[in-house]
């Protein structure tokens, strides 16, 4: 396997429940270890995932959320 310097593979998924929403992304430097985080992805019945294949990234969050008061 040929790795490039700083060329990695990350691992974009989220997991939501009635209390909280979390997106992770994950990289990763090697198949091996990607493979793996999958694996546990599919045992914990996440089956949507995105892998993007780089050099290292930075990220910026923009977050928009509506409040209104309940009834």
């Given at each position: 396997m040929l790795i490039i310097a700083d060329e990695r593979f990350y691992l974009i998924y989220q997991e939501a429940s009635?209390?909280?929403?979390?997106?992770?992304?994950?990289p990763y430097s090697d198949e091996t270890a990607l493979g793996e985080a999958i694996q546990e992805l599919q045992m914990k019945q996440v089956e949507e995932y995105t892998i993007i294949k780089g050099r290292k990234m930075t990220a910026t969050l923009r977050l928009t959320v509506e409040l209104t008061e309940s009834v």
């Open positions: 009635d209390e909280e929403c979390l997106l992770t992304i994950q």
